[in-house]
């Protein structure tokens, strides 16, 4: 009856010690990968190279045509990245500055023969919004501000949870398919479009 019971007693310690083993290869694989995914990071997008900003699906337009009152309107960017305008039909708004749209308008009426010599001015509305994901309070899509830092972001989101990883985020660019872990220092600039994902930290 004593070997029996010291048998039992065995095959627990054994089976403590299996789970124990396989538990802490997990914890490892699962360090490992947190490891690999900083060593892709990139640089953090500052506010001044975020200035020059770049049309996109989504984003709400001004375009006034001087001398022209009725083809000057407020436009959609549609997802194609077009805008539908008057007499011209749809023009690309993607990837322009206001400043390359207001002269792709411009062309588009002179081309038509619609105007003879049209200036065209184009001021953003509403940027298409960004998005927070992860491990924050708040996930979710919000309004983007011009000059936005990612820690902003992040606070828009309502913070971190307890489990977040504050040194670094997974961002995806409108546009790419790829994500970058960049570090969150400051001055690291949000884009329109962009998806921050926050990360849960090892403990």
Known sequence: ??????QGLSLEVLRSMI???????????????????????????????AGEYRIGPGDDLRIAIYGEP???????VSPAGKIAMPLVGDIN???????????????????GKFLTNPVAAVDILNYRPFFVLGEVNSPGSYPYVPGMTMQQAVATAKGYTYRA???????????????????????????????????????
């Open 19 to 49: 789970r124990s083993i396989h538990l802490s290869a997990l914890a490892l694989a699962a360090f490992a990968l947190g490891a690999c995914t900083t060593v892709q990071g990139g640089e953090p997008i500052s506010l001044a190279q």
């Open 93 to 111: 708004a993607q990837g322009l500055t206001v400043s390359e749209l207001g002269k792709a308008v411009a062309e588009a009426y002179k081309a």
């Open 1 to 6: 009856m004593g070997d029996g019971c010291c």
């Open 165 to 203: 990883r504050k040194s670094v985020v997974v961002v995806t660019h409108w546009g790419q398919g790829a994500e970058t872990t960049v570090r969150l220092e400051p001055g690291a600039a949000v884009l329109p479009g962009d998806t921050i994902r926050v990360l849960e930290r090892h403990f």
């Open 70 to 76: 009725n083809l000057s309107a407020e436009y959609h």
